[in-house]
C-alpha cells in the first residue's frame, strides 16, 4: 500500500486564485483528516470525516475553506479565494475510526500563495 | 475541553547529550497519550504510545498523572534523532480525535 496520497506535493499561486488539495486515504480506512501545519500555530485539524460525512469543521478557519468526501477513497480540500496567510502545509491523515492512536498521515502539500 | 502544550517550540542540544521533550495535557478523565514525530523529508508517524511502556529508538515517555505531564526522554541524543516532534491525546471518547500540541522542533548538534 502506497500509504496515503496527497496532490499536488508543492502549489504556487496567487492571491486571490482557488486552490484545490487532494487526498486519497488508505484503503479500508473509514476516517479522514485535514490539518495545517504552520510555524507559529503548529499542527492545526482543520475538518474530519468519518464514512465520508464530515463531523466536525469547526477547525475552518473561514468560509473560504471547504472540504468534501464524494467517496471513501477521494476528498479535497478547497480555497476560494486563497490569500498569502494561508501559505502553510497541508496533511491529510487517515484512520480506522476517529477516535484511534494511530492516524496514518500523507506526505502533505506545501502551499505558497503570493 | 482536553489541551496538550508543548512550551519548548525548539530544543537544542548536543550529540551526546540527554534530551527531554516536555508535553503537559489538560484532560479531566483517563486520557491515552502518545508522541508522534516527523522526520525531515517523510511523514507524521507514531513513535510510542504511553500504554505501551516501550522504548523506541532509545525514547521513553512516563505517563504522570499527578503532574499531568507526558514528557519525551532519551538518555544520550544522536544526530538522527533532529525532527519535528508532536505529543498527542486520544479522550477515549468514540467520536473524538487525536488532539495534537503544537510541536517541538529538537535539533541535535554535532
Known amino acids: 500500500d502506497a500509504g496515503v496520497i496527497q496532490s499536488p506535493r508543492h502549489e504556487v499561486t496567487e492571491m486571490g486564485q482557488e486552490v484545490t488539495l487532494r487526498c486519497k486515504p488508505i484503503s479500508g480506512h473509514n476516517s479522514l483528516f485535514w490539518y495545517r501545519q504552520t510555524m507559529m500555530r503548529g499542527l492545526e485539524l482543520l475538518i474530519y470525516f468519518n464514512n465520508n460525512v464530515p463531523i466536525d469543521d469547526s477547525g475552518m478557519p473561514e468560509d473560504r475553506f471547504s472540504a468534501k468526501m464524494p467517496n471513501a477513497s477521494f476528498s479535497t480540500l478547497k480555497i476560494q479565494p486563497s490569500e498569502p496567510r494561508d501559505s502553510a502545509v497541508y496533511f491529510c491523515?487517515?484512520?480506522?475510526?476517529?477516535?484511534?492512536?494511530?492516524?496514518?498521515f500523507g506526505p502533505g502539500t506545501r502551499l505558497t500563495v503570493l | 475541553a482536553q489541551r496538550v502544550t508543548q512550551p519548548e517550540k525548539l530544543l537544542s542540544v548536543f550529540k551526546g547529550a540527554p534530551v527531554e521533550l516536555k508535553c503537559n495535557y489538560s484532560?479531566?478523565?483517563?486520557?491515552?497519550l502518545f508522541w508522534y514525530v516527523q522526520y525531515s523529508r517523510q511523514r507524521l508517524q507514531l513513535l510510542l504510545r504511553h500504554i505501551s511502556r516501550e522504548s523506541i529508538k532509545g525514547f521513553t515517555a512516563d505517563l504522570n498523572k499527578g503532574e499531568t505531564s507526558f514528557h519525551l526522554k532519551k538518555p544520550f541524543a544522536q544526530e538522527e534523532d533532529s525532527a519535528m516532534y508532536y505529543c498527542?491525546?486520544?479522550?477515549?471518547?468514540?467520536?473524538?480525535?487525536?488532539?495534537f500540541g503544537k510541536g517541538t522542533r529538537l535539533s541535535v548538534i554535532a
Open positions: 498527542a491525546l486520544s479522550p477515549n471518547s468514540g467520536n473524538t480525535p487525536l488532539v
Open positions: 491523515a487517515s484512520s480506522w475510526g476517529i477516535a484511534t492512536d494511530t492516524q496514518y
Open positions: 484532560y479531566s478523565g483517563s486520557p491515552e
